[in-house]
T-cell receptor
Framework: SQQGEEDPQALSIQEGENATMNCSYK?????LQWYRQNSGRGLVHLIL?????REKHSGRLRVTLDTSKKSSSLLITASRAADTASYFC???????????FGKGTRLSVIA | GAGVSQSPSNKVTEKGKDVELRCDPI?????LYWYRQSLGQGLEFLIY????????KSGLPSDRFSAERTGGSVSTLTIQRTQQEDSAVYLC?????????FGPGTRLTVL
């Protein structure tokens, strides 16, 4: 079963703009991870944030986590056409237990 | 080093046939996961192996599904008497700590 929801379900922006995707979840978590998927195949790990962290950065990515609201956001700055993909958040209740995925956001970056 | 590999890349089978899907995890990773991604169901956990512990089979949808992991490395997911609703992309992941690394998946089509 799905842990939560991402919103929006789909997002279309111009190259150079920022993209923000949100994720909500239902249960207590140990960590939350964001993944990217191109063409419906393999998932690429983007960034992990632990439950005791509030914000992390990696290159053009910024992730926030609000455990009181059970929500997270992924910000991609200065988007590029190559960022076009589906983005999923996934939560783990502890350590390396199986991930529970959201439904994903389809991002289209128009050149 | 090499990532997670899966074979075959694509599999087309007839309803009622058995299929075997293979996963080669990253060398040294103690945890191995199988997930399924299908239209309408999103990404869902199937089964999880951690070291020599008994696998967590709580995500398997029916007793037609089984998996084994030999020698703590390669894993095979077997689906017996396939049904059309088994059509999906089957993803394998491995991890040594928290971050999970995904393979490219096997697209299974049941006619």
């Amino acid at each position: 079963s799905q842990q939560g929801e991402e919103d929006p379900q789909a997002l279309s922006i111009q190259e150079g703009e920022n993209a923000t995707m949100n994720c909500s979840y239902k249960t207590s978590i140990n960590n939350l991870q964001w993944y990217r998927q191109n063409s419906g195949r393999g998932l690429v790990h983007l960034i992990l944030i632990r439950s005791n962290e509030r914000e992390k950065h990696s290159g053009r990515l910024r992730v926030t986590l609000d455990t009181s609201k059970k929500s997270s956001s992924l910000l991609i700055t200065a988007s590029r056409a190559a960022d076009t993909a589906s983005y999923f958040c996934a939560t783990a209740m502890s350590g390396n237990t199986p991930l529970v995925f959201g439904k994903g956001t389809r991002l289209s970056v128009i050149a | 080093g090499a990532g997670v590999s899966q074979s075959p890349s694509n599999k087309v089978t007839e309803k009622g046939k058995d299929v075997e899907l293979r996963c080669d995890p990253i060398s040294g990773h103690t945890a191995l996961y199988w997930y399924r991604q299908s239209l309408g169901q999103g990404l869902e956990f199937l089964i999880y192996f951690q070291g020599n512990s008994a696998p967590d089979k709580s995500g398997l949808p029916s007793d037609r599904f089984s998996a084994e992991r030999t020698g703590g490395s390669v894993s095979t997911l077997t689906i017996q008497r396939t049904q059309q609703e088994d059509s999906a992309v089957y993803l394998c992941a491995s991890s040594s700590e928290i971050e999970q690394f995904f393979g490219p998946g096997t697209r299974l089509t049941v006619l």
